[in-house]
């Protein structure tokens, strides 16, 4: 092996980082070639970031959407925000929206333990979170449907299907509202309120750690699958409009200041009422498309959002 001085020579420090970065050689490889023990190798590479010999940059957009993320974060005081990169065709909706749910499967797995009670509600953006959802890491979790199921959508996309496959994912336990979310009456509502298995679901509700969810808008225009598939009636839908409706979340609407429409689908709603939702510790809302920009200002302004996923065009028109 080389002694010490020759360990400190600059021509060796930039040999072992060209060995490394440029000829994409192991560090026990380098050790080898320049006789020179493997950490010394680790010192030598340090040396050479130290000394400004090698230089790390994260390229563009990939720097943006870090940048971003710290701005989104202290302008709204959000817990956290993840911010999906560009992808190389931004015009397809759907491959925007699965790149938002990889990183918001990815963030799920961080964060969950085995002490947490998870909520989750419908959607496309929540069906492919759990399918990017890694089976290796289990947690005994109890995972929970936030609201009652949506009976002409399809079934993959129902609230009952998504909170089995991802207490399946997570080899965890599920409980789940077993009824339409959107009853015909207030009273039915009642009724339904009087059964064991809705009165044990909602009382978990007060125990909900995380919730996950996406969300609808309905301004500027009504780009919600809960208007474009005509789950809600015509007088439903001028109802909320007039109430001035932004979106909805986990079947609760809202307008521009994230304050529940007062309108009567309120009443005849089966879902956790915004204020048990506004008490969840970590409430994650994952979203894509620059349309759901305004709807998401107003969910921030209402506190209804704690973490949020996006993708790098929505988030640039969030902050702007």
């Known amino acids: 092996m ?35 023990s493997t950490s010394t190798v680790s010192r030598l590479l340090k040396r050479a970031a130290k000394e400004n010999i ?12 870090l940048e971003l993320k710290k701005k989104l974060q202290a ?28 990183e918001g499967a990815r963030y799920i797995q961080r964060i ?50 998504l909170v089995s496959r991802i207490a399946m994912a997570f080899g965890g336990k599920h409980h789940s509202l077993i009824s339409e979310g959107l009853m015909a009456s207030k009273e039915a509502i009642q009724m339904l309120m009087q059964e064991e298995n809705i009165q044990r679901v909602f009382s ?8 996950v969810s996406g ?42 200041d994230g304050e529940e429409c007062d ?8 879902a956790i009422s915004l204020e048990n939702y506004r008490h969840i510790p970590c409430k994650v809302v994952a979203a894509s498309g620059v349309h759901k920009a305004h709807t998401i200002k107003a969910a921030l302004k209402g506190k209804l959002i704690d973490v949020l996923i996006v993708d790098y065009h929505l988030a640039q028109a969030i902050y702007n």
């Open 263 to 270: 309108s009567s689908l309120k009443d005849r709603t089966l």
């Open 204 to 211: 978990l509700f007060n125990k909900i750690t995380i919730s």
């Open 112 to 161: 969950i333990t085995p002490e947490d009670i998870l909520g989750i509600a419908w959607g496309g953006t929540m069906y492919h979170l759990i399918q990017y959802l890694n089976p290796c890491r289990r947690t005994e979790a109890s995972f929970i449907t936030l609201h009652g199921s949506l009976a002409c959508f399809d079934f993959e996309l129902d609230v009952r299907t």
């Open 54 to 65: 090698v230089s790390f940059v994260i390229q563009e957009p990939y720097a943006e959407c």
């Open 215 to 256: 969300i609808g808008s309905f301004y500027p225009e009504a780009t919600s699958p809960l208007a474009q598939r005509q789950y809600l009636k015509p007088h439903e839908f001028e109802e909320l409009q007039k109430q001035g409706v932004y979106g909805d979340l986990m079947l609760r609407f809202f307008n521009k």
């Open 2 to 36: 080389q002694g010490e001085v020759f360990n400190q020579s600059t021509w060796v420090v930039l040999k072992a980082a060209d060995l490394y970065y440029k000829q994409n050689k192991s560090q026990k490889e380098i050790s080898e070639i320049l006789q020179v």
């Open 75 to 102: 302008k709204y005081g959000l817990k956290g925000v993840v911010v999906a990169p560009p992808i190389n065709n931004p015009e397809d909706e759907e491959a925007v929206k699965q790149s938002v749910a990889l």
